[in-house]
């Protein structure tokens, strides 16, 4: 029986070996723990086969170096690292966390440059994301706060700042009853939920906010691809707020919510349509094939 995510049985690998789940700890006075310089991967496992490994493992490297420090394990061995971790906890269906670190070390500042870059992987089984979201389409609220410009933070890393305001967006919305919240971006155009990206139908036309200030996700890109693939037009634009309210069918795409339906933003009603439909059953069959 699993208890909190610290107490659990299993394996994870930390700085380069595979070391008791419960003794995977870090040091009060870690940098990240202060100044938020820690950036992470979420990927999921089907069938033994993560998808997209390759692709997370540079995303994380290239988000280390969005924030100044380099990891100092290479691509190939962060791949062969998270074979590791799935082999010694007996997992073929899994989501697979990396994160990377500045750790404790000389520099208690600001200023970071002699502390160690630290790297770990744990892996564990995580059903739907958003629960029965996935079957009736997700109800979601509308954030106060908005994707930051480019100009104010490193907004295409993956790295723990740009959470913040995630982890704050979505208590908010689960207090009002709602699956997850959406985002404006800082120019108040629609941008996306706290951990996925957003698209919508209308006319037989897909639209998905151009990602110039978030993360451009890799399920969002691998969604692209099926939609072309399909031969339906994709508009990767600006969304303006009062657009919502034509739209017909919403859904968001993640590694952790794959293709999830949405029924609701605010006060806009959206329908599970036919077509978020056949693009959630497509990644499903693509995640696996
Ligand atoms: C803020 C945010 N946007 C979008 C995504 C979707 O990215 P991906 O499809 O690469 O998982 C995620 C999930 O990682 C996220 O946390």
């Not at 700085?15 to 820690?38: F, P």
């Not at 209308?202 to 990602?211: A, C, R, S």
């Not at 919403?250 to 056949?278: H, K, M, S």
Request: glycine letters at 10%; hydrophobic letters at 40%.
């Amino acid at each position: 029986m699993a208890g909190g995510y610290d107490d659990r049985d299993g394996k994870i690998w930390m700085d380069g070996k595979l070391i008791e789940w419960r003794d995977a700890n870090v040091h009060l006075l870690t940098h990240a723990l202060h100044y938020a310089s820690s950036v992470f991967e979420g990927e999921r496992a089907y069938g033994g086969t993560i998808f997209e490994s390759r692709k997370h493992s540079e995303r994380l490297h290239n988000s280390a170096r969005l924030i100044d420090f380099e990891i100092p394990w290479t691509v190939d061995e962060i791949e062969a690292a998270k074979q590791e971790v799935l082999a010694a906890n007996g997992l073929t269906d899994a989501y697979v966390r990396a994160v990377s670190w500045r750790g404790a070390g000389p520099d208690m500042g600001v200023a970071s440059a002699r502390n160690p870059v630290r790297l770990a992987i744990a892996a564990w089984e995580w059903g739907a994301y958003y629960g029965d979201s996935k079957f009736k389409g997700a109800k979601l609220d509308i954030s106060k706060w908005k994707r930051p410009s480019p100009e104010t933070i490193p907004s295409h890393a993956k790295a723990a700042g740009l959470y913040m305001i995630c982890t704050m967006s979505k208590h908010a919305a689960e207090a009002k009853g709602c699956a997850d919240a959406m985002m404006f971006d800082y120019r108040g155009y629609v941008a996306e939920a706290t951990g996925a990206n957003i698209f919508f139908v209308k006319d037989g036309e897909v639209h998905t906010p151009d990602p110039d200030c978030f993360l451009n996700g890799i399920t969002r890109q691998t969604v692209i691809g099926m939609l072309e693939k399909r031969q339906i037009k994709v508009h990767q634009r600006h969304i303006m707020p009062e657009e919502l309210e034509g739209f017909e069918q919403c859904w968001l795409t993640g590694t952790a919510a794959e293709v999830t339906p949405v029924g609701q933003i605010g006060d806009y009603n959206f329908e599970v349509g036919a077509l978020t439909r056949d693009i959630a059953e497509g990644y499903e069959k693509l995640v696996r094939s």
